[in-house]
């Protein structure tokens, strides 16, 4: 089993569309969990942590469900710069240590 | 969040061929990462360096690479005969609070 497993897409969705990408992780212990987001041949930059109690940044929504080691991200109201990769990230030990990519599910949000 | 650099942003080389990949901190911190992504592929990690040493390695990061921070500022990875199969995005990170920040990359390109 994959350390971190996304469907790759790709999600082409119009804008203003409700998307959401899901993402699981093998190993139960993990520690810390985010969502990065990757533009074509450029670095990852983080959209945003992933808590238990679910968070909310704008029109972004993470979700954590330990028990059944499942992560969510949801885009409302889709923008055309939303157009990116979307990658599942897992910290699996403390803080300090490696971070554990997904593939990434890649979203096209077209007019 | 402070950026971080890394030079060059593009090396082409040949097989066989040493390169050294530069990244520059723009504040002091203490931890810092070397990822590899090839093409069409997930974010892989490499090795985890704190306070000068190495701290976690993969099995990616095999004798043919070295890191070090040679000046107190400036953080190097060396890859001394390369293979074509090291053709590759790689980025450093270094550690904020709960997660880590991502060069620019530089792409190496091995003919």
């Known amino acids: 089993r994959k350390e971190v497993e996304q469907d790759p897409g790709p999600f082409n969705v119009p804008e203003g569309a409700t998307v959401a990408f899901n993402c699981t992780y093998s190993?139960?212990?993990?520690?810390?969990f985010f969502w990065y987001r990757q533009d074509c041949r450029k670095e990852p930059k983080l959209l945003m942590s992933v808590y238990s109690s679910g968070n909310e940044d704008g029109r972004f929504t993470a979700q954590l469900n330990r028990a059944s080691q499942y992560i969510s991200l949801l885009i409302r109201d889709s923008k055309l710069s939303d157009s990116a990769t979307y990658l599942c990230?897992?910290?699996?030990?403390?803080?300090?240590?490696?971070?554990?990519f997904g593939t990434g599910t890649r979203l096209q949000v077209t007019l | 969040e402070p950026e971080v650099t890394q030079t060059p942003s593009h090396q082409v080389t040949q097989m066989g061929q040493e390169v050294i990949l530069r990244c520059v901190p723009i504040s002091n911190h203490l931890y810092f990462y070397w990822y590899r992504q090839i093409l069409g592929q997930k974010v892989e990690f490499l090795v985890s360096?704190?306070?000068?040493?190495?701290?976690?390695k993969s099995e990616i990061f095999d004798d043919q690479f070295s890191v070090e921070r040679p000046d107190g500022s400036n953080f190097t990875l060396k890859i001394r005969s390369t293979k074509l199969e090291d053709s590759a995005m790689y980025f450093c990170a270094k550690k904020a609070v709960d997660t880590q920040y991502f060069g620019p990359g530089t792409r190496l390109t091995v003919l």
């Open positions: 360096f704190y306070n000068n040493e190495i701290s976690e």
């Open positions: 190993n139960s212990a993990s520690q810390s």
């Open positions: 990230v897992v910290n699996m030990a403390g803080t300090a240590s490696k971070l554990t």
